[in-house]
């Protein structure tokens, strides 16, 4: 089957409109507008409504528009959106049919996947779907299962789950305490702490320690939340002291629980894996969006909740390094938000959610949540929700809390809400049946879901999990640099030695991206000289006039440190081209070693390093020790030789390779990789489309909504002329079934305010039909407003075309554009002597703290 024309207009096939009183499904085609996901969704609906297969149809129809997408997954149902089998051959479906239910059924596997291949293929021809749906589908994102604290699927590590948010949070005090209260209440719970946040000593005093790192910029790791819990820099909580608040005593036994959850056998499995990083779980590197299942089904309540209110804070930190859009960027969806969004209680889980209901509308997120407990949701939060698909429910108390969510929705949005009629829809639904409530709407509309791509078998085990994950399951790479960025390097250095080795590590692949490392690569060991003397535990004395610093030391681990004397540049340089349309700034801070040679500073061999000169301090730590200084370092007038020195090395040795897009006349940014710019051009390509599709849509709604009314009255004096006047309905066929532009206008064409303007521009016209007493003309009248809508959807179609030709980012060849500074273009900020803190493997060398 060839591509459907909605497939390309940013609009959902979810099914098609459903009459109750006659108890059948229409032929006119229900297309969902992708952008009024902005504003949220909700699926409620019993055991064997049909919930999960809609939901799967919107996360597919997502998927084949380019959408990325976070599936939380606490039932194990949402795997099955692997399993999609283009080919519909009963030996793909073979693998996965329920054993159990073919002996029911006295049937072999191998039968039983043959009648499931056979009805498959008959749902998708029914709802003109077929297997190359299918492929476009497995074309169009790349899908994987992630399991935490487990290696079924894909792990994930939490390290870096503690690091200190994006500046866009941290500089937003109720959304900073908002993420410290959800992350200490999830820690808290999973060691078995029920903790209020405003009464707790634990929670309280947990806050202050992480907000007092977050708010100087410090990651945390639990490693490291355990030392800051034994020896906490904050020395006051409120009025009172920290030993008064929360004793040393009290302090380790905390520690000890979080420790204890460190060294349990099974919790190494939540350090494993990719890093808990949202734009790497949404796309590849290469910048394809990504179907990302989490599956949290292995995980018992307490470890359930500490997980999901950690990847809430992380897809809301992500989130707010989004630019602003009116177009979805991305989805979050959650299969059962039982217990996670309770009425009353407040669990980890529950601030993270709201704020993401919120406030993702104007990042272009949308959340759709999902549950058969209608019960035990607060339905004041989701008052934010806009759409609503409310399926067969179970019992009246479930109709009722139902209803009473609609309504605080609709009030909310200023619109009418008839409850009682609301009332006897529901309770008339059948199984894949659905209420569609959009406040982007008039009205409220009744469909059947569309047969689903995905083989729904039901929920999968770990062990069918790791199966369908086996040709996934590569090693993760490391995450994926822009050439801009540093190459890491290992510092290797015996202080009480002759030489200090600075290593680089190996360079990573060439990476087709944005560019501003030196041209010069170190391939060898670069060696700097050093007198063979004593490590000495006081810093040498130097004259005013020769600027030195300390380098924070970053982890340790408790060991001794020992500083290494190195020469630290800081440059701001920018790089500038106006045809190109660039000017763009990027920090160089460098470390280099300082010999005793003839030649004591060689700017080719120093590294990049991740450090804001405004961090550098005067004092170094208590204890620490100090190797020898070079006598070159001591005399001030080096430095400016250094510094200009320091200008020539950047001057010769700094480009930047940016990449551009002459379909959308962009150009990469310095940090961004090929994959990153991919998707913003993606997401800048759908804001396009979106655009173009809303003038369609104020184009031809009130053009088709003319026809339609001219086509009523005709049709009236036609039955009326045949003595066979009666109540005059339009032709659903006609204005929607038959046409693409009356499945993609949809059912807003028949708006009160559209037909009304048609009624009176008309209303003339009408009394002349009404007049008429000749069946002929009336016959003919209805013929001619029958080819205008034919021709007015051919031409929609034509312009809809136009749209659908649109460039593709994710195929076009990028040119490349190489800026390199000019002398005056470079800003020292500073050049000095810095103190590095070196401290001795479990080898031996020593590594840099830096």
Not at 409 to 424: I, K, L
Not at 540 to 563: D, E, K, M
Request: neutral net charge; charged residues 20%; aromatic residues 6%.
């Amino acid at each position: 089957m060839a591509m459907q024309a909605y497939e390309k207009l940013g609009v959902f096939y979810l099914g098609r409109y459903h009459d109750l009183a006659a108890r059948r499904t229409l032929p006119e085609l229900l297309l969902y507008n992708s952008s009024d996901l902005l504003t949220h969704a909700l699926c409620v609906g019993m055991t064997g409504s049909g919930k999960t297969g809609l939901c799967t149809d919107l996360i597919e129809e997502a998927a084949l528009d380019g959408i990325p997408a976070l599936l939380i997954d606490p039932k194990g149902d949402l795997a099955n959106l692997l399993l999609t089998f283009p080919d519909l051959r009963p030996a793909d479906f073979e693998p996965w049919v329920d054993p159990d239910e073919a002996r029911k059924k006295n049937l072999s596997p191998a039968a039983f996947a043959a009648q499931q291949a056979a009805l498959w293929r008959q749902g998708l021809a029914h709802w003109d779907q077929d297997g190359d749906r299918i492929r476009r589908l497995r074309e169009a994102a790349e899908f994987a299962i992630y399991t935490p604290g487990s290696n079924a699927g894909l792990p994930v590590s939490i390290l870096n789950s503690f690091a200190a948010p994006p500046p866009a949070i941290r500089d937003d005090q109720e959304l900073l305490s908002e993420r410290i209260q959800s992350t200490v209440s999830g820690l808290l719970g999973l060691v078995g702490i029920e903790a209020d946040p405003a009464r707790s000593r634990e929670a309280i005093f947990l806050a202050n320690v992480i907000q007092r790192a977050w708010r100087d910029g410090r990651d945390l790791d639990l490693g490291a939340l355990i030392q800051e819990i034994q020896a906490p820099g904050v020395q006051r909580i409120g009025v009172m002291d920290v030993e008064s608040f929360y004793p040393a005593k009290d302090r380790f036994a905390l520690a000890t629980a979080i420790n204890g959850l460190l060294a349990s056998p099974g919790f190494s499995a939540w350090l494993e894996g990719e890093p808990l990083d949202l734009q790497r779980l949404l796309y590849t590197p290469a910048g394809k969006p990504r179907v990302a299942i989490v599956s949290i089904a292995h995980l018992s309540e307490p470890e359930r909740m500490f997980f999901v209110t950690l990847l809430l804070n992380q897809v809301l930190g992500w989130m707010r390094t989004q630019p602003g859009t009116t177009s979805l960027r991305a989805l979050v969806y959650m299969d059962e938000i039982f217990g996670y969004f309770p009425p009353v209680a407040n669990p980890p889980s529950k601030l993270p959610l709201l704020t993401l209901l919120k406030q993702g509308r104007a990042f272009g997120l949308g959340v759709v949540l999902a549950t058969q407990n209608p019960v035990d949701l607060d339905y004041k939060g989701l008052a934010n929700i806009g759409t609503w698909f409310l399926g067969r429910l179970q019992t009246d108390r479930d109709k009722q809390r139902v209803l009473d969510g609609l309504e605080g929705a609709a009030a909310t949005e200023g619109a009418g809400f008839n409850r009682a009629a609301m009332e006897q829809t529901l309770a008339g639904l059948g199984n894949r049946v659905f209420v569609l409530h959009n406040v982007h709407e008039e009205g409220v509309f009744l469909f059947e879901s569309r047969w689903a791509m995905s083989y729904l078998r039901g929920p999968m085990t770990r062990q069918q999990i790791k199966t369908v994950m086996g040709p996934r399951r590569a090693p993760a790479a490391p995450p994926p640099q822009p050439s801009g960025a540093p190459r890491a390097a290992r510092l290797s250095a015996a202080p009480t030695g002759a030489r200090i080795a600075v290593t680089p590590a190996p360079p990573a692949a060439p990476v087709p991206t944005t560019d501003a490392t030196p041209v010069h690569a170190a391939a060898a060991p670069v060696e700097a000289p050093r007198p063979a003397r004593d490590l000495e535990s006081t810093r040498p004395t130097l004259p005013p006039a020769v600027p030195q610093y300390v380098v924070p030391a970053r982890g340790g681990g408790g060991r001794p440190v020992v500083y290494l004397p190195m020469l630290l540049g800081a440059a701001a340089v920018r790089f500038a081209d106006a045809k190109a349309k660039v000017d763009t700034t990027q920090s160089v801070v460098l470390l280099t070693p300082i010999n005793d040679d003839a030649v004591p500073v060689d700017w080719s061999e120093a590294r990049d390093v991740a450090l804001d000169p405004n961090d550098l301090e005067r004092h170094p730590a208590a204890g620490a020790e100090f190797a020898p200084l070079p006598p070159a370092a001591s005399q001030a007038r080096h430095y400016a030789v250094w510094k200009k020195d320091f200008v020539n090395a950047i001057y010769s040795s700094r480009k930047v390779t940016l990449l551009k897009s002459t379909s959308y006349n962009q150009v990469s940014r310095i940090d961004e990789t090929e994959g990153d710019f991919r998707v913003r051009l993606t997401q800048h390509s759908r804001e396009q489309r979106d655009a173009a599709v809303a003038r369609l849509r104020t184009k031809y709604a009130p053009k088709i909504a003319t026809l339609n009314e001219r086509l009523r009255r005709a049709e009236q004096a036609v039955q009326r002329e045949a003595g066979q006047a009666r109540t005059a309905k339009l032709s659903a066929a006609l204005s929607f079934g038959s046409t693409l532009l009356g499945a993609f206008l949809g059912r807003r064409t028949l708006s009160a305010s559209n037909l009304g303007k048609a009624a009176t521009a008309f209303r003339g016209v009408g009394r002349s039909v009404e007049q008429s007493r000749d069946v002929a003309r009336a016959g003919e009248t209805v013929d001619a407003v029958k080819q205008q809508l034919a021709n007015l959807d051919a031409q929609f179609q034509s312009e809809a075309a136009a749209i659908e030709a649109g460039h593709d980012p994710a195929a076009e060849c990028f040119e490349t554009i190489e800026l390199r500074p000019n002398k005056t273009h470079i800003t020292v900020k500073l050049v000095a002597l810095a103190w590095t803190p070196h401290a001795r493997g479990a080898s031996g060398q020593w590594t840099a703290l830096v």
